[in-house]
């Protein structure tokens, strides 16, 4: 049979940036295989070291996700499409707010004409006006999304807006928040955030929670919410999240970007899916660069954004046909977008049958998205950004490897060294000399620890380093005199 196998962004590096690969198989499997043969690298990225499916790689064939058909062994046809969507890190509902609550909220005469377009609006109207006004949202990550998403809510007149987040604005955060301001630089992002709603809407209530969700406060602070968002940035804070809603019955609106791609899904509903539900397993720490790492366009906040909100209202007024046990996935670059349908995982950890999980502090998240060590796991030497600096200027003979992609290194330069995307390591690891010392230099400095591990597990045995911080931090010390922005 002739399908196509369509990849989303993240693992795009692993068919040398090809989106889409024609080929022919006749089972979801011989699919997989025939993509492997062509593009030895993506059986890293899409199998573990058993040969197992990765559990944070979701496979759909024409928008069905195939756990609800017949696994890997789902029989293809001709024009099938294949969707292979990474964690990054249906139906109408009832109203998440009781009709008490609805009836206790008096709209008065200065509420009718900032709410007149939703007065009119047949599906929303009074009564759902009144539900918006008694209801309380919070927000986790202040930055691009989360700004979105909170600007709207106020101006919808959602009662109380809750802000979690313990940054502070940043100069390279501004292209895509428009939610704070240039004279909010170095500001805390959820003090500023709530400014700039009471400006836009002064009748509703905010409240920054200036701290980081842990295990240890998220169940306090979303106990004050009727729905949380989620437009965090990493994969600690979403399996949390996420973890923390199911187990205290808060839907939670989840929303991901990667470069010109979004997802926007409804999670911890009764009858929908959660996080684990649906990826069971964070990818490989580094794998999957966030946002700040890999950049992304900035208008597409504003479109995942306003469909978070739009979710949130559907939660509110109980209208619609709110994304539960669907995935919107969006490509604003090539203007596509596929609704692919999801459901509850009856073996969920959290939210299935027989769960384990039954309290968030039980979990080591850390050591879950494996950021934690394995002790087993042979050390990764580090290199301090000063060491690298010195050893640069003494002309040792080393040998640096750029693993970042195209785009990063088209922001920040970096010059002397060899470019070698992860995914082509194995294969070109005789360019490297095992006789001397070998620096991977990445963003964050995750990517290039990944790039070690990859390494050793191909053979390489030469001494190798890792550059700690990334080049976000070392840019400065090895560069002082050109800034970190080249
Ligand atoms: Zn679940």
Not at 214 to 219: A, I, K, L, Q, R
Request: proline content about 5%; some cysteine.
């Amino acid at each position: 049979m002739k399908i196509r196998i369509i990849l989303a962004a993240s693992l795009k590096t692993f068919t040398d940036r090809t989106p889409e690969v024609a080929l022919e198989a006749d089972t979801v499997s011989g699919a997989l295989q025939a993509l492997t043969d062509e593009y030895p690298e993506a059986a890293r990225g899409l199998f573990d070291e058993n040969g197992d499916l990765r559990g944070f790689v979701n496979i759909y064939v024409n928008d069905r996700d195939i756990r609800t058909l017949k696994g890997i062994g789902t029989p293809l046809h001709d024009g099938d499409e294949i969707f292979l969507i990474p964690a990054i890190a249906g139906g109408a509902c009832e109203s998440v707010i009781s009709t008490e609550r609805m009836k206790a909220v008096t709209i008065e005469e200065k509420e009718i004409r900032r709410y007149s377009n939703h007065l009119q609006l047949k599906e929303i109207s009074i009564k759902g006006q009144k539900r918006i006004m008694a209801s309380r949202v919070l927000v986790a990550g202040i930055g691009a999304l989360g700004g979105v998403v909170a600007e709207r809510l106020a101006a919808a007149g959602v009662g109380t807006i809750g802000l979690a987040d313990a940054q502070e604005v940043t100069l390279e955060g501004l292209q895509t928040q428009t939610i704070h301001s240039t004279r909010d630089l170095e500001r805390p992002r959820a003090a500023a955030a709530k400014d700039r709603l009471k400006k836009l809407n002064p009748l509703v209530t905010t409240v920054a929670h200036q701290e980081q969700l842990t295990g240890d406060n998220v169940e306090e602070i979303i106990a004050d919410y009727d729905i949380v968002v989620d437009a965090t940035d990493n994969f600690v804070s979403r399996y949390l999240i996420s973890d923390a809603c199911v187990l205290n019955g808060k839907p939670e609106v989840f929303g991901a970007m990667y470069q010109y791609e979004g997802v926007v899904t409804v999670l911890g509903t009764k009858d929908g899916p959660c996080l684990r539900c649906l990826y069971p397993s964070p990818p490989p720490a580094g794998i999957v660069p966030t946002c700040a790492a890999s950049g992304v366009v900035n208008t597409l906040p504003g479109i995942i954004g306003a469909m978070i909100a739009t979710e949130v209202l559907k939660l509110i007024t109980g209208g619609g046909e709110p994304l539960i046990g669907k995935v919107l996935a969006m490509d604003s670059w090539n203007l596509r977008y596929h609704t692919l349908h999801t459901g509850k995982d009856s073996g969920c950890p959290v939210c299935g049958r027989s769960p384990v999980i039954r309290a968030v502090q039980d979990i080591d998240y850390d050591d879950f998205c494996g950021l934690r060590e394995d002790p087993d796991e042979e050390p990764i030497d580090l290199i301090e950004p000063e060491e690298l600096a010195r050893r640069i200027s003494d002309g040792d003979r080393i040998t640096i490897v750029d693993v970042r992609e195209p785009h990063e290194r088209a922001v920040h330069r970096f010059p002397g060294t060899l470019i070698i995307p992860i995914g082509q390591l194995a294969r070109r690891q005789k360019e490297l000399d095992p006789e001397i010392d070998t620096i991977f230099v990445c963003m964050e400095g995750k990517r290039s620890i990944l790039a070690i591990r990859t390494l050793r597990e191909a053979g390489y045995t030469g001494p190798m380093y890792s550059l700690k911080g990334g080049f976000e931090t070392a840019a400065q010390i090895i560069f002082p005199n050109e800034g970190a922005w080249l």
